[in-house]
């Protein structure tokens, strides 16, 4: 059974900085992805940003220049820092995991006020 714990949220005044951590155990394997959602009150859960086993990034067009996802494939750790946050990015930050199938963390709030 894989489980996924994130932590690191918290609330932070805009234009402050951020980092997320997500923790992956049990039967993981290589090659996979990890990755970060948002999710704002009251909208679906958005990708925020990517990264494969070999290091390969991907971001959401609002956050480029702003986060940096990263990993540690012996921890099976990834990271996201977060800079220049915004009120817009208050909400639930979850890690997943992508396998044979998709798995989830429980999610870390963040809230940035104005």
């Known amino acids: 059974q894989v489980q996924l714990v994130e932590s690191g949220g918290g609330l932070v005044q805009a234009g402050g900085s951020l980092r997320l951590s997500c923790a992956a155990s049990?039967?993981?394997?290589?090659?996979?992805?990890m990755g970060w959602y948002h999710q704002a009150p009251g909208k679906q859960r958005e990708l925020v940003a990517s990264?494969?086993?070999?290091?390969?990034?991907n971001y959401a067009g609002s956050v480029k220049g702003r986060f940096t996802i990263s990993r540690d494939n012996a921890k099976n750790t990834v990271y996201l820092e977060m800079n220049a946050l915004k009120p817009e990015d208050t909400g639930g930050y979850y890690c997943?995991?992508?396998?044979?199938?998709?798995?989830w963390g429980q999610g870390t709030q963040v809230t940035v006020s104005s």
């Open positions: 990264i494969t086993s070999g290091g390969s990034t």
């Open positions: 997943n995991l992508v396998l044979m199938r998709t798995y």
């Open positions: 049990g039967s993981i394997f290589r090659p996979n992805t």
